[in-house]
């Protein structure tokens, strides 16, 4: 069989996707890297609102009427399909994802499912519970994918803070022993959910001080407002979200935060909205994903009844312009200073993304793939650093 794999959703769907792909090739079929040669697509599918789940549901048929065969993995493997061939993560995990030439990060998955509770969610009851898998093994993995090449570790979970709950493991322990692995990487540790990662944010704080770990955290807090937090299902008050970044920006005033809020959910007033901004006001996050909430069949919110959508738009571009802002701000003071970084990606026009300790993209017009080099940073924009490649005099 020859395959191509096209891949959506979060990191872990996309990682998993990759994994499923490494198992395919272990039994001797063919990836392909253009769809064209393929005779069959394996497609990694994102169910996370009902607009997705349709599109996934559109891409199927479209590549059925191209004349090729269609695996199905990911989510939609939870759904009802007919005429699909689906297949299941677990029987893959273990292999080592595939390594497209010039692609130096690779996600790694540590855990599936999720033990919360969020009524909105799909993903929770698509995947089941938690299962985080075995430590050993991903410590395997991740040597061997470093010795193939990788330069970034990306863990990734449904929430990563929730690591070994169920086997008496935690996620800080797993980071500190992958640090301990030789080779030139970093690690970037994924999403975790504030109720959890409440518990280990002291330790996680201590290994992120390790120079094979970004100065990066991504924490959603959805909601400033408590009683949409609690109608979300959502096991925390904001404040407690707000305390777990000012440890963080306090260990690491130059660290990066990512956070999401949702817009548009049931409950939700304008002093609701007001006060999701002030909360973003006071982290001041350097990225902020903003999704307007789409009720999602077969979750416990899917009846209730939603904000006008004339509101939930007006306060997407409020949010949206408030973070450019922040954002922007954010970037300006690293202006003029010196730093390390790796090039990680190829950019447009013939430019190179490079990544800093704590993840900053800085845009470089010349290096080579995975080097590590010593730059000054000449300039910014609302989302990303310019630099300078210095000479080794300077």
Not at 60 to 89: A, N, W, Y
Not at 166 to 172: A, I, R
Not at 263 to 273: D, I, K, N, Q, S
Request: aromatic residues 8%; hydrophobic residues 35%; contains cysteine.
């Amino acid at each position: 069989m020859k395959f191509f794999l096209e891949n959506y959703g979060c990191t872990l769907n996309q990682a998993q996707g990759e994994m499923i792909a490494s198992s395919l090739v272990s039994q001797g079929n063919q990836l392909v890297w253009d769809m064209e040669s393929a005779d069959t697509v394996l497609l990694s599918t994102c169910v996370v609102i009902k607009h997705t789940e349709d599109r996934m549901m559109r891409r199927i048929e479209e590549i059925r009427r191209g004349g090729k065969e269609v695996l199905v993995s990911g989510c939609l493997t939870h759904f009802p399909l007919k005429e699909v061939r689906k297949i299941d993560f677990s029987e893959s995990y273990g292999k080592l994802p595939v390594l497209k030439e010039g692609n130096l990060s690779v996600g790694v998955p540590i855990a599936e499912g999720c033990d919360g509770g969020c009524s909105f969610c799909i993903s929770r009851i698509a995947r089941g519970r938690l299962k985080s898998f075995d430590e050993e093994t991903i410590l395997q993995g991740i040597k061997e994918i470093v010795k193939k090449g990788a330069k970034e570790i990306r863990l990734t979970a449904l929430d990563t803070g929730s690591y070994g709950q169920d086997k008496s493991e935690t996620l800080p322990r797993l980071v500190r022993k992958i640090t301990d692995l030789e080779g030139d990487f970093r690690v970037r540790v994924g999403m975790m959910e504030p109720e959890n990662a409440s518990s280990i944010i002291d330790e996680l704080l201590m290994v992120m001080r390790s120079e094979k770990v970004y100065r990066f955290l991504h924490i959603p807090f959805q909601s400033g407002d408590p009683l949409v937090l609690r109608k979300m299902g959502r096991q925390y008050k904001v404040e407690k979200f707000v305390e777990i970044v000012r440890k963080f920006r306090h260990s690491f005033p130059e660290g990066m935060l990512s956070t999401d809020v949702i817009v548009g959910f049931p409950y939700e007033t304008v002093e609701g909205l007001r006060a999701t901004a002030d909360v973003v006001r006071e982290v001041k996050p350097e990225i902020l994903n903003v999704t307007k909430y789409s009720p999602r069949p077969g979750t416990a919110a899917y009846a209730w009844k939603t904000p006008p959508s004339n509101q939930t738009a007006l306060w997407t571009q409020i949010l949206t312009e408030l973070h450019r802002d922040i954002s922007k701000e954010s970037l300006e003071r690293f202006v003029n200073r010196k730093t390390e970084v790796r090039l990680m990606e190829p950019g447009k026009n013939n430019t190179f993304i490079a990544r800093d300790q704590s993840y900053h993209p800085v845009i470089l017009n010349k290096g080579k793939l995975g080097d590590n080099t010593r730059v000054k940073i000449v300039g910014s924009s609302e989302f990303y650093l310019i630099g300078r490649p210095m000479t080794k005099k300077a």
